[in-house]
């Protein structure tokens, strides 16, 4: 089946710098990527829709300029979240869509602490 | 507005015993209709997906679920449940007039008694 990467699985760092998350479809071509974050104990929430060559476009709520979304590619999207808080905290799950499926491959996820 | 409901959020039975967890939907569209696994820590898994045709689906991992248009339900179900079934399980509905974006319900958690 349709295989999803994620890079990093984990990350700490530091109030205030930049993380950048890598979501990698390795044996399909996705034209279309989802971001989700899931805060403990609840649900995945679409943060935003990353279409390759174009920009994304983010569902009501999330700051676009603080979660910066480029792809580039047809198998890589990146998240950046930018100047990040402990409140951004959270598993942030990447998702692709391979068209003629019309399904969704989820990657594994990484786990964001800000401390 | 789209939405899942799976109005259980717990959920504990014991290891050999049927399954059934619940998840309605309100939808403006055609839906398309997902069951996904997430064990702690990790990402989801697809169980079986509904697009069309056969109203009842199988999926891995011996499960099946139902669309029922009437009811707005698409409950999943597993005859003999496994202690390695413990899980979170996540009911989704997308649509192609959506763009294919996923709405999840909050999820249900498997615990099996041994």
């Known amino acids: 089946g349709a295989v999803v990467s994620q890079h990093p699985s984990r990350v700490i760092c530091k109030s205030g710098t930049s993380v950048k998350i890598e979501c990698r479809s390795l044996?399909?071509?996705?034209?279309?990527m989802f971001w989700y974050r899931q805060f403990p104990k609840q649900s995945l929430m679409l943060m935003a829709t990353s279409n390759e060559g174009s920009k994304a476009t983010y569902e009501q709520g999330v700051e676009k300029d603080k979660f910066l979304i480029n792809h580039a590619s047809l198998t890589l999207s990146t998240l950046t979240v930018t100047s990040a808080h402990p409140e951004d905290s959270s598993f942030y799950i990447c998702?692709?869509?391979?068209?003629?499926?019309?399904?969704?491959?989820f990657g594994p996820g990484t786990r964001l602490t800000v401390l | 507005a789209q939405s899942v409901t799976q109005p259980d959020i717990h959920i504990t039975v014991s290891e050999g015993a049927s399954l059934e967890l619940r998840c309605n939907y309100s939808?403006?569209?055609?839906?398309?209709l997902f069951w996904y696994v997430q064990s702690p820590g990790q990402g989801l898994q697809l169980l079986l997906k509904y697009f069309s045709g056969d109203t009842l689906v199988q999926g891995i991992k011996g499960f099946e679920a139902e669309f029922k248009r009437s009811q707005s339900s698409f409950n999943l179900r597993k005859p003999s449940v496994h202690w390695s079934d413990a899980a979170e399980y996540f009911c989704?509905?997308?649509?192609?007039?959506?763009?294919?974006?996923?709405?999840f319900g909050a999820g249900t958690i498997l615990r099996v008694k041994s």
């Open positions: 044996d399909f071509q996705a034209t279309t």
């Open positions: 989704a509905v997308g649509a192609l007039e959506y763009g294919n974006k996923l709405v």
């Open positions: 998702s692709a869509r391979d068209s003629p499926v019309n399904e969704q491959f």
């Open positions: 939808y403006g569209a055609t839906p398309y």
